[in-house]
């Protein structure tokens, strides 16, 4: 269906696209709605000479005002992975540096730039006030939104300096969920003054550049409902705040792209098209339209019907359009080599990174290369589509090779479902090492953990409230490195975490 003859759909809306290649279809596709932004997930990042491939043959269709998005966050969540990887926002946060956090946005923009993408859905504002978050966690900077607001605009400006736009995520703040909106709709019972304390500080702060001179090119939304704003919509549908809080009282004026419309929380309630249009007039610029060739043929003609009955104004959507290209032309996208040595010195200083976040709670010690251990993790760890896989448990016993004289190994099946059953007191050390996400049980509390090794949700401490513990937010090869030169004696774990961890 055609809107009018002055306007394309395809100019507002990001896809994503089948396979670590651009078919032939796919291309067409693209050229015929005049597409101008896909987002690259893990299924289409192959080796670099495939990513580098794929990006040159999207900017030969999309042209050098096209957007290529991606989650690059750091810690475990990333989708390029052959790239230095950068520590967990929560790491940043342990370590404090605003000059550090500032060199690792810059060198994480570096490597997408070296890839040929040039708009990164990062960094986080959210603040992890709540343990029981079951998708922000270590994502997060930290508790408090001064820290927050100090490590996210640094880590912002290195981003923005190397060529590479930001979207700063999840407005107006997922961190107080106890609920996953890729599976679920979360409530946020809050009024807009207890938001206005915590939850939207960092985004008047760095969405509007009220706090200095520097704002975020683009602000993603949180599917989340909030009723005391609005009882009806989850934020992403939200005129109210979208239109009113975002726009209209944090006086932003960048561009507002969805969280991915195939998450459950507003997928199984509107659908693709519907959603898309509620977006729209809610206030965003950008539907993040994932799904099927059909599937997002379908979001188009919504948005061309909508345009023809009058559902959506043709001056709103011109606008969209031109804060989107206004995005572009200030990150265009055109690839860039790394510098000679370039890549080396970025990932020694995600090593160093790594190495100085590493966090030791309730007096936490290396144990003695001649004692006995058993090492307790899970049997294997799938990705959940937002962060990557768990460590396997190849990589885990790497961290005691040669070192420990006597390990025994133990792969249970569901670490969360730990009961004092499951370890024994037999002279052995037990070392857990929690390679997967979700808080342990009650049960954990009585299972006789010696030394609690967290290499990911730093939460699972508060469950083990006994347990001697080193918290990495992490489980890249820099916090692995690290946490093996602890065990060995050779590095120490003196950073304060960002978070109640007591």
């Known amino acids: 269906m055609s809107a009018t003859p002055a306007f394309r759909p395809g100019h507002l809306v990001m896809v994503d696209i089948p396979g670590k290649t651009l078919d032939a279809e796919t291309a067409a596709f693209l ?13 289409n990042l192959g080796s670099e000479d495939e990513i580098r491939q794929l990006t040159a043959d ?46 690792v946005g810059a060198a994480v923009a570096r490597s997408l730039r070296h890839l040929g993408i040039n708009w990164n859905f990062a960094p986080v504002l959210d603040v992890n006030n709540n343990p029981a ?16 607001i100090r490590l996210a605009r640094a880590w912002m400006r290195g981003s923005l300096r190397e060529g590479v736009a930001c979207c700063v995520k999840h407005f107006p703040g997922h961190g107080d969920t106890h609920v996953d909106s890729h599976h679920a709709l979360p409530t946020v019972d809050k009024s807009l003054a207890a938001l206005e304390a915590l939850e939207l500080r960092p985004f008047r702060a760095l969405a509007s550049g009220h706090a200095g001179d520097l704002a975020a090119p683009a602000v993603m939304t949180a599917h989340i409902v909030y009723p005391q704003l609005d009882a ?91 804060r989107i290209e206004t995005l572009a032309r200030a990150y265009p996208l055109a690839r860039r080599d790394y510098a000679a040595g370039q890549r080396e010195a970025d990932d020694a200083l995600m090593h160093r990174a790594w190495a100085l976040s590493l966090c030791a709670l309730r007096g936490a010690t290396p144990p003695a290369a001649e004692r006995p251990l058993r090492v307790i993790t899970q049997a294997s760890v799938a990705s959940d589509g937002v962060s990557e896989a768990g460590l396997p448990v ?21 670490l969360s479902a730990l009961g004092a059953a499951d370890l024994p007191r037999d002279g052995r050390l037990n070392v857990l090492v929690s390679n997967q996400r979700a808080r342990y049980g009650a049960a954990a509390a009585e299972a006789a953990v010696d030394l609690h090794l967290a290499i990911w949700n730093p939460f699972q401490v508060l469950d083990l409230p006994q347990a001697p513990a080193v918290v990495t937010w992490g489980y890249a090869e820099g916090a692995m490195s690290a946490l093996r030169a602890w065990l060995q004696g050779r590095q120490s774990a003196t950073a304060q975490p960002p978070v109640t961890l007591n």
């Open 31 to 43: 050229r015929e709605h005049e597409i101008r932004a896909v987002c690259l997930f893990r299924k």
């Open 58 to 103: 999207l900017r030969e269709v999309m042209g050098p005002l096209g957007l290529i998005g991606i989650d690059q966050e750091g810690g475990s969540v990333i989708r390029a992975t052959s790239v230095p990887q950068a520590p967990a926002a929560m790491a940043l946060g342990a370590i404090g540096d605003e000059a550090l956090a500032e060199e």
């Open 133 to 148: 978050n079951p998708v922000i966690g270590e994502r997060s900077f930290g508790e408090d939104p001064e820290r927050v």
């Open 232 to 322: 009806e919509h989850p934020a992403t549908l939200s005129k109210t705040i979208l239109g009113g809080v975002l726009r209209q009282n944090l006086g932003f004026g960048g561009v507002v792209i969805t969280d991915a419309l195939m998450m459950k929380a507003v997928f199984e309630r509107y659908g693709y098209a519907r959603a898309s249009v509620l977006a729209l007039q809610a206030g965003a610029d950008m539907p993040l339209a994932q799904g099927s060739r059909t599937e997002q043929a379908e979001v188009l003609d919504a948005i061309a019907a909508a345009l023809v009955a009058g559902q959506l104004s043709l001056a709103e959507v011109q606008a969209a359009a031109a």
């Open 394 to 414: 190849e990589a885990v016993a790497a961290l005691f090779d040669a070192h420990f004289r006597d390990v025994e190994f133990l792969h249970l099946p569901k």
